[in-house]
């Protein structure tokens, strides 16, 4: 095929008859594949990575273990588990949608409560392309819940494919080669929006550098003392006073409403393995309550590293104080 040329049009005089032509893609008149050169390219794999670990992180508790973005979310199955984790929206709908009739419906009304809130003007994905485990439909749409939902997720940068644009008509197929971006290079994972957090220094792209301006560190401790005045607590000292991860499982308690048992944790710990313990509780309890932290281990948080206490703070922020 000759890139931006013409195929001659009569081996689809016979469409109808051929199985493997896709009806609904001929009468739609354009489809995009994705270049075997770019399903390659290391940055896509990471990107594939990074949102498979996200979906299976978000739905441990509901024990879903998606294998592959390609092949497991097809059937609305998944993309349901996730639109109630993260918007609280529960839809009355089979859980195993065995038909592909049945799929289809389901992806419909998932997809309608997903776009509500995802709020693109131009969605690069919709229900067919899903169900067909359309690859760039289906990364467009995990980039867009990611961002949406958890932008304190580091999803990998400027990553982009080389897709293959077939326009079909009754004269042939016309093609063209384009680039499609998954991420953007000059977008921040952390900051996908600006808010009194988000008053930050345009001269950096580093997350971590924007996180540690003095702005936002007193944005967060304002945000940490105005929820621990009710038991008394008051913090001067982000990087400090939560190394031993007692004032976070008390923040954490706080803003989600329960208690944690003291038997849980070392209330006065007295050594580096009671401060791992109190702050891997913590990050556990996190992930439990969908707000994944990416990056940052317990270890982080003991040894006063500000970017990693901050990140913590923040993904607490951008639920309960954004």
């Given at each position: ?11 689809f ?7 493997h ?31 498979l ?72 994905w ?6 067909k ?29 080389q ?7 009754r ?75 007692v ?22 710990p ?53």
């Amino acid at each position: 095929m000759d890139r931006g040329g013409a195929m001659e049009a009569d081996p689809f005089h016979n469409a109808k008859e051929d199985e493997h032509m896709d009806a609904q893609t001929f009468k739609a008149g354009k489809m995009k594949m994705i270049q075997p050169d770019s399903l390659k390219d290391p940055k896509l794999d990471k990107l594939k990575e990074v949102l498979l670990g996200w979906i299976n992180e978000s739905l441990k508790a509901e024990h879903i273990v998606v294998q592959s973005v390609e092949e497991d979310l097809y059937d609305g199955l998944v993309l349901h588990h996730l639109l109630a984790r993260f918007a609280g929206v529960h839809l009355t709908l089979e859980e195993m949608a065995l038909t592909a009739s049945a799929q289809i419906r389901k992806l419909e009304a998932v997809l309608e409560e997903l776009e509500k809130r995802l709020e693109q003007q131009d969605t690069k994905w919709d229900v067919s392309l899903i169900h067909k485990k359309d690859l760039l439909a289906t990364l467009h749409l995990l980039v867009a819940m990611v961002t949406r939902f958890q932008p304190e997720v580091e999803l990998p940068s400027n990553v982009k494919v080389q897709v293959v644009v077939l326009e079909v008509s009754r004269t042939g197929i016309q093609s063209d080669v384009q680039t499609e971006v998954l991420t953007e290079d000059s977008s921040s994972p952390l900051f996908p929006r600006r808010d009194n957090a988000q008053e930050v220094s345009d001269t950096t792209d580093d997350p971590m550098e924007q996180l540690m301006d003095m702005e936002v560190k007193q944005t967060m401790l304002n945000f940490v003392n105005k929820t621990m005045a009710g038991v008394g607590l008051q913090v001067s000292d982000l990087d400090q006073q939560f190394s031993d991860g007692v004032i976070l499982l008390l923040l954490i308690g706080q803003l989600e409403g329960f208690f944690i048992p003291l038997s849980d944790f070392r209330l006065t710990p007295d050594s580096h393995e009671h401060m791992l313990h109190n702050v891997s509780l913590a990050l556990s309890l996190l992930a439990d309550l969908g707000l994944q932290v990416s990056a940052v281990q317990a270890q982080d948080v003991v040894s006063q590293d500000v970017a990693g206490t901050l990140k913590v703070l923040y993904a607490l922020f951008r639920k309960h104080g954004g």
